[in-house]
Every structure is written in C-alpha cells, then in structure tokens.
C-alpha cells in the first residue's frame, strides 16, 4: 500500500501557534485534509469562555465545566497557555503495557473488531487508568499527522496534564462521556470529537478506558452517536471476557434482567467471589463482603431456609439431574427409596421436574 506524506510539517505549525499558522496559510502551506481552520478570533473565543464559565459556577450544570473548573482550580492551568506534552519514555511505556498485559489480551481482539468498523476518518487508543494510552489503531495514511497531535502510545493524556479531553475526563468522571472539539479545555487547532468509556477489572477497579478520536469533518450527525454506543459496547465486552478469564473454571452466572456486565462469580458451594463493578453497584456488593464470604441464593432471598431449605434444594437437584425418576435419584444420593418418598412429601416436590 503506497503511504501518502503530507508536506507540512504539523509539529512546526503547532508549536508556532496561531499566527503563524495564518502565516503559513497566506504562503500556500498544503496542511492534511482534515485540519481545520482556527482563526485567532475562535482561539480567543473559546479562551474567554471557559474563564467565564469557571467565574460564573457552572460546574454544577456541566461535566465539560466542571472539568475546566478543576483544571483552573486543582491544576493551575490557563487555557490561553497550553502545557508542553508529557510523553513516557520506551521504558515507562513497556512497564505500563506489562501491568496491563492481562486486560489487554482480553480486550485487543474487540477493539480490533470495533477498528474495521469505525470508518475512516477514526483514531482509537487503549488509555491505562494513568490516562497513558497503551496502543492505538488508526489508518496508516494519518498516522505521522495523528502522531503530532499526541494521539498515539505514551502520550499522557490525564487532565492534570492536558487539561479537559476524553481519556482524561472520562477517568476522573469515571463514566461514558462525549468531548467535542470545542469541549477540551485548551484550544486545538484541529477538530477532534473524543468518545469514551471506562474500563473496569474483575474486582471493580478502574483499569483505563477506551477511546475513539473523530478527527476531521468525520464528525457528522448520526455517526458519532452510534460510534460512541459501539464504543461503550465495546468496553463492556473486554470487561465482561477478563471477568471470564480471571475466574475461569468457575461459574459464572448474569444478573437477570440487567444489560451489560452485571456478572458473578460462585464456586462449587455456591459461594460468591467475585462481582463486576456493574453488578457489585446492583446488589450492594462490597469488597469486605466477597472476601469473607457471601452465599449467592442469599443475595436474592431472605437467607433464612436453614438445613430444611438446603435439604429441600438437594431433592429438586437430585430429581431435576434423574429427570423425575425417584428411584435413580435415591440411588444417587444414597438414601432409600422409601425415605426418599417420604422427603418428597414432606417438601411437597413433584417427581417431575
């Protein structure tokens, strides 16, 4: 496949800033296609208004706002002066992957799928819960233009470094979130829609997020909505598979009636050890909890049936398995048929399961 090089130099432009990027513009400078154009006059815009909107207290009515307010309060940012990017070394960055080596195995065959989906015109990455991104898929043609703008491995796109954007929003908020181009806190001279969601582990825990970066006039009505579903999709499935993984060869049962990874894991005794994040929120679950034990049919009933409803449950499980015949389920669990009859009366079972 021939690799079309794009004559601009991206990194010289941006780090110039916007004068002389209206410089350049004058003399003819070609720029990637979907660059666009950032007069001073829209730079100053949005500068004076997320001051404004910080002064005026919308952070109550705003996750956007309340992003810039922390950015202003906590960080010690200003919109008008952008910080220089932090970037992790090769090192850095091979320790980050190995942390995440697990999650990763598990999630890279569905981000992979979601890729061949998303179009062109679509950036995503695999971000740690530090913000770093791990690995990113984009189209080959961009990807010295996408490079520059840091949308690639090792750029650390936190909040307290880079200021309102997806990644770095998403894990704070710790929920899906959309930040459109004129949503970031800094000014950027290229349009970019970011579309994430966070990604939970086995126990719980924020592991990272994934993310979809629109660039361009890719952006169009319909498009991005159903994207950012595919995305939150997506997180949902990698979690759900390293739940999978992680307690493998026990079961695993799905909290009815709920959609996405409300999961638990039991062990033979129908002891509950595990629980997704989605379904520990469900049911009220703690970590204090699964650690010291927790029966599941408990979570569900009054946990009050006692050896009479354990005894119950083994004659339903004996009859169920010997398909109502009475005389094989006796023989399985080793008690006389008589007595076995007698049982079933006393419960009042029906031989047919």
Not at 168 to 195: M, N, W, Y
Request: one cysteine or more.
């Amino acid at each position: 496949m021939e690799i079309s090089h794009r004559k601009s130099n991206i990194a010289e432009i941006f780090a110039a800033g916007p004068y002389m990027l209206k410089r350049r513009r004058r003399c003819g400078s070609r720029r990637a296609p979907w660059m666009g154009e950032a007069p001073v006059t829209a730079r100053d815009t949005h500068i004076e208004r997320v001051r404004d909107s910080v002064a005026r207290g919308d952070a109550s009515r705003s996750l956007h706002a309340a992003s810039w307010r922390r950015c202003i309060s906590l960080y010690g940012m200003d919109p008008a002066e952008p910080r220089p990017s932090h970037v992790l070394g090769h090192a850095e960055l091979g320790a980050a992957r190995e942390r995440s080596e697990e999650l990763l195995h598990a999630g890279v065959p569905v981000i992979d799928r979601l890729f061949r989906l998303a179009g062109s015109g679509v950036c995503l990455l695999w971000a740690d819960e530090e913000g770093v991104p791990l690995q990113s898929w984009d189209e080959e043609a961009d990807a010295v233009d996408l490079r520059h703008m840091g949308l690639c491995a090792g750029t650390d796109w936190s909040e307290r470094h880079e200021g309102t954007n997806g990644i770095g929003t998403c894990l704070v908020e710790r929920r899906p979130l959309i930040v459109r181009d004129d949503q970031h806190f800094f000014p950027r001279e290229a349009r970019i829609t970011c579309l994430v969601a966070p990604i939970f582990d086995h126990q719980g825990s924020l592991r990272g997020a994934l993310n979809a970066t629109i660039y361009g006039r890719n952006d169009v009505s319909g498009r991005t909505e159903l994207l950012f579903a595919a995305i939150c999709d997506a997180a949902q499935e990698i979690e759900a598979e390293y739940f999978h993984q992680a307690f493998e060869g026990l079961r695993i049962l799905s909290v009815g009636g709920r959609r996405g990874t409300a999961l638990l894991a039991v062990d033979r005794d129908e002891i509950l050890v595990g629980a997704t994040r989605t379904a520990r929120a469900a049911l009220g679950l703690s970590d204090s909890l699964i650690d010291t034990g927790c029966c599941v049919t408990d979570l569900f009933e009054d946990g009050q049936d006692g050896l009479d409803g354990a005894e119950r449950g083994v004659l339903r499980r004996a009859l169920a398995r010997q398909r109502g015949n009475v005389t094989a389920a006796a023989r399985e669990l080793d008690i006389s048929l008589a007595t076995m009859k007698r049982k079933i009366q006393q419960h009042r079972l029906r031989r047919k399961p």
